[in-house]
């Protein structure tokens, strides 16, 4: 007889949020370095402060439930964090990348909304208040985050990333064009199996 609860679902999924808050704070600092925007990089800066907090924040979660603080691998995020990296290795002009790593950076912060969102819930359904509170007040954190990347993007990045996407005006015809990414291997047909 299955004898999980929705209370066992609900630490399983703090321990795989706390591992991804500290994912995250390795790949930040890479993704700051990469802007060129000063804007974004301070905004990637200040979240990497603000993700900090948060990682405190669910020590005290796992406190408010008498639990011991510990991660278990996010393979969700460990993913969109492998797909920023392919980003970021490629040969992209200065605002087109701080594009490309806000692109990389909102898939981060949705997929925190998402856990946030859902940890609030259940803590909140089963009567877990200190937790639902203090979860709440990361998911806020998030969720402007996510916004903040919007405004950066649309009050300007992508505008002026989309200046040189056509550059019609240069003489550049004659040149091949570059292979755009790494050659791509041949895939040898899939056995059939009958
Ligand atoms: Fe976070
Ligand atoms: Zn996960
Ligand atoms: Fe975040």
Avoid at 77 to 97: A, L, Q, R, V
Avoid at 103 to 127: D, I, N, P
Avoid at 161 to 180: I, L, N
């Amino acid at each position: 007889m299955a004898e999980g609860t929705l209370h066992d679902a609900f630490i399983d999924e703090l321990r795989d949020t706390y591992d991804a808050e500290k994912q995250i704070t390795k790949a930040l600092p890479k993704m700051a370095k990469a802007a060129s925007s000063p804007e974004l990089r301070a905004a990637f800066e200040s979240h990497l402060e603000e993700t900090r907090a948060q990682i405190q924040r669910l020590e005290e979660v796992f406190a408010s439930l008498d639990e011991k603080v510990r991660g278990k691998h996010c393979d969700g995020m460990e993913g969109i964090i492998e797909e920023g990296k392919s980003g970021m290795e490629e040969d992209f002009d200065d605002t087109t990348m701080d594009a490309v790593l806000i692109a990389s950076a909102q898939r981060v912060e949705h997929y925190e909304m998402a856990a946030y969102g859902t940890l609030v819930a259940w803590a909140q359904a089963m009567g877990h208040s200190d937790a639902a509170e203090l979860l709440q007040q990361t998911l806020d954190e998030e969720k402007s985050a996510d916004e903040k990347l919007s405004s950066l993007a649309e009050g300007g990045i992508n505008q002026e990333a989309a200046g040189s996407a056509h550059p019609d005006d240069e003489d550049d015809e004659e040149e091949a064009p570059a292979p755009k990414k790494k050659a791509m291997a041949v895939k040898k047909p899939a056995a059939r199996r009958r």
